[in-house]
């Protein structure tokens, strides 16, 4: 899914939407954040009622899935936001060249909708919780 949104202060490269009451990816968060910084991507969590006004999605739409708004004023949702990001830092380029393959991209994304879906379950389970 890729829409386009009007450009305005963006990091230089975007933002990172992500779920602030998920204890998984606010954890996963923590561990990347200064990685996505130097790399020109901001962290932002999705529940800021100006997330949902910005990106002009309903909150029960909008916190189904990791949102990336490029600084071109591109949305992009779920495995393409991974795809996106590897491919601009170095050594995760690799990933990015793999998971860009037929086959190997759906296989991304059957994967990331499994675990996004369940995202919840495995913070409980593992104890993650959120902030």
């Known amino acids: 899914m890729a829409r386009i949104i009007a450009r305005s202060q963006l990091p230089p490269r975007g933002w990172i939407f992500y779920d602030g009451e998920c204890g998984f990816c606010s954890r996963w968060v923590r561990s990347w954040a200064n990685t996505l910084r130097r790399h ?38 779920g495995a393409d936001v991974y795809l996106y990001v590897a491919r601009h830092i170095w050594w995760s380029w690799p990933f990015f060249a793999l998971f860009s393959l037929p086959g190997f991209k759906q296989l991304l994304e059957i994967g990331y909708r499994r675990f996004a879906r369940n995202r919840h379950c495995i913070s409980h389970s593992c104890r993650f919780d959120p902030p």
């Not at 949902?52 to 189904?64: C, K, N, V």
Request: proline share 11%; charged share 20%; no cysteine.
């Open 40 to 77: 020109g991507f901001e962290p932002t969590a999705l529940q800021p009622p100006w997330v949902s006004e910005r990106l002009q999605i309903p909150l029960d739409d909008l916190l189904s899935d990791i949102r990336l708004l490029t600084s071109q004023g591109r949305l992009m949702s």
